[in-house]
Structure formats: structure tokens, C-alpha cells
């Protein structure tokens, strides 16, 4: 049975660092893409990094360039987002993806696997 199972969410001041995990079994993940994607509330699910399983290719949407940082530790099967410089418009609940290739992995549609989420609250 395949689980992702984030952690690291919580409350911080705006201008500060979070770092949250994704904690990855039930399966071989060495072709995988994993993804950080966010959604919140009254708003659809949006991309905001991806990292494949080689941690060679990495991708970010523009508002967390410069900020958030993913990587892997293969040894562990974890993936983790570093976060700095947060602001209140990064409060959402954070969501963990796998996805099978690199096509498409900016869309949530192409992942098969997700995490439950950690919550994000950045306070002004």
C-alpha cells in the first residue's frame, strides 16, 4: 500500500521558515516525480514545485522562486520543501504528489499518489 505522509506544517510570522517532509513507502519510487502542490481555502489545488526521484530536474512556479527549496534524500524515500521568506499568501494546506513521469507534472491531474496534507499559516 502506497502512503506519502507529510509533516512540518504549523504557524509562523510572515518572514519566517518552515520545512516541511514527505515520507514516501508501500512501493519503488525510483522513476517517480514527486511534487509540492497547495490549495487554499475557496481556492483549487495549484503546483508549486517538483523534483524527480534522480533529483536532477526541479521545477517551482514563480511565486515561491528564490524562497522554497525542494529536494530528496533517496536513502530516506523522503522529500522535503524548504520554505523562507514565507508570507500570509502561502497559507494553504500543503500536499505531497507522486507522479509516474515528467510530462505534465505541473498539472495534479498526472499524480497517482497524495499525502492527507500539513497545514500552512503564515500570519501578518
Known amino acids: ?22 515520507a514516501a513507502s508501500g512501493r519503488t519510487f525510483s522513476s517517480y516525480v514527486m511534487g509540492w502542490f497547495r490549495q487554499a481555502s ?4 495549484e503546483f ?10 526541479i521545477y517551482y512556479t514563480d511565486s515561491v522562486k528564490g524562497r522554497f527549496t525542494i529536494s ?5 524515500n523522503t522529500v522535503y520543501l524548504q520554505m523562507n521568506d514565507l508570507k500570509p ?3 494553504a494546506v500543503y500536499y505531497c504528489a507522486a507522479a509516474r513521469d515528467l510530462r505534465d507534472s505541473l498539472r495534479p491531474g498526472k499524480y497517482e499518489y497524495w499525502g ?7 500570519s501578518s
Request: charged share 20%.
Open 1 to 22: 500500500q502506497v502512503q506519502l505522509v507529510e509533516s512540518g506544517g504549523g504557524l509562523v510570522q510572515a518572514g519566517g521558515s518552515l520545512r516541511l517532509s514527505c
Open 42 to 45: 475557496g481556492k483549487e489545488r
Open 48 to 57: 508549486v514545485a517538483r523534483i524527480s526521484w534522480s533529483g536532477v530536474f
Open 72 to 76: 530528496i534524500d533517496n536513502g530516506k
Open 89 to 91: 499568501e502561502d497559507t
Open 116 to 122: 492527507q496534507g500539513t497545514q500552512v499559516t503564515v
